[in-house]
């Protein structure tokens, strides 16, 4: 059951992907939809015996990215931050940690290509969503 919602959170991850380098925002029926699948997989994480705690512990990222969005001025956007808390509970910290530096690496990585040919500058606005979706499917797949 537990592979079946990581899965569809990364089908979800995959289509807030596409929305994100489209319109450069996030939809919040689809942060709600993870939102939910998140609380799923801490019921039945609890119901499997596993501690609670780990899925705090799991919000962790998601919240970091919060209040560095909150101290640039929202450079870093909000909705990053939320799809990074809810898939926390779904992959587990460690996996979310993971695939979020898999992501923040490819993202630098193309941050120098664009600075180098000169097509744009540090103001440059890239999603992020689909470097982290990018990340999670690694870590999972991996």
């Known amino acids: 059951m537990l592979i079946t919602i990581k899965i569809l959170t990364l089908a979800i991850m995959l289509l807030v992907a596409y929305e994100d380098i489209k319109k450069k925002e996030i939809s919040m029926k689809a942060i709600i939809v993870c939102a939910l699948l998140a609380l799923s997989s801490t019921g039945i994480r609890f119901y499997m015996g596993e501690g609670l705690p780990d899925s705090f512990l799991s919000l962790l990222p998601g919240a970091i990215m919060l209040i560095i969005g909150r101290i640039t001025k929202e450079e870093v956007g909000y909705g990053d931050g939320l799809m990074l808390m809810t898939i926390g509970p779904v992959f587990g910290l460690e996996h979310v940690m993971l695939g979020c530096f898999t992501g ?39």
């Open 104 to 142: 923040l690496f490819v993202i630098s990585i193309l941050s120098i290509f664009i600075l180098v040919c000169r097509k744009g500058n540090r103001k440059t606005k890239i999603a992020f969503v689909p470097f982290l979706t990018l990340g999670m499917g690694v870590v999972m797949f991996a």
